[in-house]
């Protein structure tokens, strides 16, 4: 059974940092790409940043360019956003995805896996 699990929510203020992380069992997660995803509150899913499976390609969306790295440990599972320089247009539920693909992949609908996310709040 594969299961995402994300971490490293909270409440933080403008200008502040936040360190996600995602867990991944059940399943080869050395061959397979990764992904962050949000929901803000009454907005559209945001597809935010990839990386492939051996963590050589990254892909940004302009909202977040300069400000979020996403990164991974393969020996451990896990999948990392950090996120700077937050606002509070970043509040939103955030969401690590994983797609039964190695290359770098863009796009939402290209992701099978889905952890339940976590909450992040920056307050002004």
């Known amino acids: 059974q594969v299961e995402l699990v994300e971490s490293g929510g909270g409440l933080v203020r403008a200008g502040g940092s936040l360190r996600l992380s995602c867990s991944v069992s059940g399943l080869t997660f050395s061959w397979f790409a990764m992904a962050w995803v949000r929901r803000g509150q009454g907005k559209e899913r945001e597809f935010l940043a990839a990386i492939d499976s051996d963590g050589t390609k990254t892909y940004y969306a302009d909202s977040v360019k300069g400000r979020f790295t996403i990164s991974r440990e393969n020996t451990k599972s896990l999948v990392y956003l950090q996120m700077d320089s937050l606002n509070p247009d970043d509040t939103a539920v955030y969401y690590c995805?994983?797609?039964?693909?190695?290359?770098?992949?863009?796009?939402?609908?290209?992701?099978?896996?889905w952890g339940q996310g976590t909450q992040v709040t920056v307050s002004s």
């Open positions: 995805a994983a797609a039964t693909r190695s290359g770098l992949t863009v796009g939402a609908a290209a992701y099978q896996y």
